[in-house]
Every structure is written in C-alpha cells, then in structure tokens.
C-alpha cells in the first residue's frame, strides 16, 4: 500500500494496476514499471503482475498487434516508427515482429503516399523552379522518415506525388 499524491487515501497496487489499464492497454513492461515507480516493493509488484496474469489483463501479443493497428491507420506511423514504439514499451521482438507481419506493405504504401500529397497541397511551392522542388523534396521525404517509413518507400512515394504535380 502507498499513498495516493492527490487524495493522501491508501492506494494498493492492485488498484493502480487496474487504473492504468482502465486507461489503455498497457504492456507488461509498462504495468510493472509504473508500479515500481509509484513505489511499491518488488515482491508486491510480482505478485500483482501474476494476479494480472491470471485474470488475462495482461497480453503483450494482444497489446502489440493492436498498437500496430491502431497507430499504423490513425497516426499513420510506418514500420520503423512502430517497431521503436513497440520495443521501448518493452515488447519483445519476436513478439514485435509478429505484429508488424500484420500490415499489409500496399496499405502502407498508400498511407505515406496520402500523407505526402496532402502535406504537399499545403506547402506553397513551384515545382518548375529546381531549388523549391528540391526543398520540397527535402521536406516531404523528412516527413516520411520521421514517420517510421522506410527509404525505399520514401523516395518512390515522394518522387510519385511530386512528378504527379509538376
């Protein structure tokens, strides 16, 4: 038991646990090291990750393939970015890398080629002028790679919406 920093109640870990996933759903790393860092002991904090277990709260196979699905169709994140998210959530990679089999590679293809034509219809630029295609190369193409795309896809997605403007 600690106390609760807002309220100053008794909170057990028990309940915490059930708070953060009450939230969303939480890998098993991410369950036992908020735990440890509200300060319950170790011992406490096993025993609630098996009770955890037992109760079928806690499925990092579950958590990863839906993270995936939902990141990857509504923040449009690609493979790269995924796999980084999944790994600092403690996931493991063969966990990681059975939920990024899941994404269908014309899907996300398609993503980065709307992410770049819309960011593109906002950017004011002439794309007869060599240096503002350039940079408009430039930015499109960073935009992709900060969004976990690889740069396979990167360079044909950006080199297709911008040859379909010129």
């Known amino acids: 038991m600690t106390a609760d920093a807002e309220t100053g109640r008794t909170v057990s870990p028990w309940d915490v646990a059930l708070r953060l996933l009450g939230v969303r759903a939480r890998s098993r790393h ?11 002991e170790d011992d406490v904090v096993d025993d609630v990750m098996t009770r955890l277990d037992r109760a ?4 990092d196979s579950d958590f990863a393939a839906e993270w995936v699905r939902s990141r990857h169709a509504h923040s449009g994140r690609g493979r790269i970015a995924l796999k980084q998210e999944l790994r600092t959530k403690g996931i493991d990679a063969e966990v990681i890398d059975e939920a990024l089999a899941d994404i269908d590679p014309g ?29 408009a190369y430039r930015r499109l193409a960073g935009m992709l790679s900060r969004r976990g795309y690889d ?16």
């Not at 079928?56 to 499925?59: I, S, T």
């Not at 709307?114 to 940079?135: G, S």
Request: charge should be positive; aromatic fraction near 2%.
């Open 107 to 135: 899907a996300e293809r398609a993503n980065a080629a709307q992410m770049a034509a819309k960011k593109l219809a906002t950017m004011r630029v002439d794309l007869t002028d060599r240096a503002e295609r350039d940079k």
């Open 30 to 40: 991410e369950v036992r090291e908020r735990l440890l860092r509200r300060g319950f």
């Open 151 to 166: 740069q396979s896809t990167v360079i044909e997605v950006v080199g297709e919406v911008l040859g379909s403007r010129s």
């Open 56 to 59: 079928g709260l806690l499925d």
